[in-house]
């Protein structure tokens, strides 16, 4: 039997979405980055809220016999990937919806490395500040990253949700902040999201010491995005 030449297969990154405009250009510098690295794939943005083009307007506005490969660019399993991006993806025929970027070494070690960079320290009392979900899935993932955090750098953090699950990012850094039973320390929050954004302005005003900045614009995110793409790819049918 021979295999049928692969067809191009378009790549649509769909992000949350935001108001932020420092929050847009990161997911577009992350989308441009994509695209550099791989000038033979056609890469489209598309969001799932709050911004405009949709996921379900763009994967309609694409060659009706094209294949997409739908990239969540998003940290973690959630409704957005469980429900928005499924249920878009699956009323198009020839697409396929590939991984979330996170859980990753790679955006652990990033977590880190924005963590030290804000002064953060692992003899901090230290909170993970996660998006949070609904779905049941994304809590070992989440768990996951602070493992991997933790053996990183040493530190002990504790994870505080921005929605859903318990506790929130306050209370968890009022936790961090009494969790050595000899008084008062220094909460340093590492903030497991992409952009800045409304999510980033709560955990800036959660009462820790310092804040990190989010992950942003990294090669090793445009990198993870690529990967998922290409686990994702139809396979050649054979005749």
Avoid at 108 to 127: I, K, M, Y
Avoid at 139 to 149: D, I, N, S, T, Y
Avoid at 185 to 201: N, Q
């Amino acid at each position: 039997m021979n295999e049928q030449p692969p067809r191009p297969t378009i790549l649509v990154g769909a992000s949350h979405g935001t108001d932020n405009t420092d929050g847009q250009a990161v997911v577009r510098e992350l989308l441009r980055r994509v695209q550099a690295m791989r000038p033979s794939v056609q890469v489209v943005e598309a969001f799932v809220d709050v911004q405009q083009p949709s996921l379900v307007d763009v994967l309609a506005g694409l060659p009706a016999d094209a294949d997409v490969v739908v990239v969540p660019v998003l940290l973690t399993v959630g409704f957005h990937t469980q429900v928005d991006i499924a249920e878009a993806a699956a009323a198009r025929p020839h697409t396929t919806v590939a991984g979330p970027l996170g859980p990753d070494t790679r955006l652990s070690q990033l977590l880190w490395e924005r963590f030290t960079q804000a002064g953060g320290s692992a003899d901090d009392g230290v909170v993970i500040a996660v998006a949070g979900s609904t779905a049941a899935a994304a809590v070992p993932r989440f768990h996951e990253l602070r493992e991997q955090f933790n053996a990183i750098g040493g530190a002990e953090a504790l994870l505080g949700y921005g929605a859903a699950l318990a506790p929130r990012v306050p209370a968890a850094v009022e936790l961090a902040r009494d969790g050595d039973g000899e008084g008062p320390r220094r909460v340093s929050i590492a903030s497991y999201l992409l952009t800045p954004g409304f999510f980033h302005d709560r955990v800036a005003e959660a009462g820790a010491d310092i804040v990190a900045a989010p992950l942003g614009v990294d090669d090793r995110v445009a990198q993870i995005i690529l990967e998922r793409f290409d686990a994702a790819v139809p396979t050649p049918a054979s005749v």
